[in-house]
């Protein structure tokens, strides 16, 4: 019996069909293999705004508030050389985060923007570090003294670039959103609410540095601008945010929708770049006709809230990006070799905004 083999022609017709197959099993493993890998990042962010977006909306909806002097909500525009509000802001070694710049575009009108897209609060930016809110509310079952029962505590919330780690020896830095509460009572003999006050601005929320009251320890008045020591992270309540804003509104049937801006407003409403810090606060029996009745000093009646979150992907790209490395990465062309359009170009390509509008329930005592 006479054993026929194959031919060379039939080899090289077998060896392309192979080859065909194999490239488009390749193309399909990779495309599954990206599509996966989207919709895991995708699910991860999802994830943390949506717990961030509800532990706010408990907030907001306890919210207090009362006419008697006292600011018992404020925002602030972290918007300085050194970030946030609390002098705990890593500045990365290289290519940081812009000041100013294209890092503040409160009323989203930049050139680069999409007509649909200009005055969108998903398309703004907050400045170098995010606004910086804080406001009284009433935390469920957390009075020191009887277990169980609810208690007006001090929130905060703000973001930092810090250590990811409490190890010293560990100098990885990132963007963590952090919620501070402060402790309704005494405890330990450290300071609580009831002791600091219902004054959101006073020194016992700021500046305070006394051993009961440093902000080193968690729950401390004081951390609701140092929200613990350099390396304590039991307040993050998120990570990879670059990016954190409110526009806060009152009821005024006698504009279009009947909301108000308030901030970040002008005294007439319209959006600004240059706002002046929110404070709520209104003397007893206040007329709206008192000369000292300004926009800023109301206490809002609905708050939207944007969150910026880095994918797993930006976030180590925004990492690479900020620090030192030979040979030096060189800024791409593409974003016409400025490290500022490099810094945000990359962010934006490679994170997620979501939005969230609030309903305050607080009426003044």
Known sequence: MKIRGFTLVELLVATGITA?????IAVIVMNVSTT????????GTDAQARILLDQLQLD???ALFREDGN???????LNGSTGGATGL?????RNPKPVGGLSLDLTATRADLRVEDRGRLERSRFGTAGVWLRFFTTSRGTN??????????????????RYTATNPANLNTAYLLHRSEARPTTTSGRLGVFEAGYNITSANYTTSSSGANSG?????????????AVRNLDSIVADNVIDFGVRCYVRDPSVPGGLRLIFPADTAGRLTNSPQPLRAQLAPNTPSSAANYNPRFLFPDVIDVMVRFLTNTGADLVADMERIQTPTLPVP????????QWWWGVAEENSRAYTRRFVLNARTL
């Open 20 to 24: 065909a197959i194999a490239g488009f």
């Open 216 to 228: 080193a320890i968690t729950g401390d008045p004081r951390s609701i601008q140092v929200p613990g």
């Open 60 to 62: 907001l909806q306890g």
């Open 36 to 43: 996966w890998s989207r919709a895991s990042t995708r699910l």
């Open 144 to 161: 020191a003294s009887t277990a169980g029962i609810s208690a007006p505590v001090a929130v905060g919330y703000q973001i930092i670039r």
């Open 89 to 93: 802001w890593q500045i990365a070694p």
């Open 333 to 340: 062309q593409k974003y016409n070799n400025n490290a500022q």
């Open 71 to 77: 600011v018992w909500l404020a925002v602030d525009l």
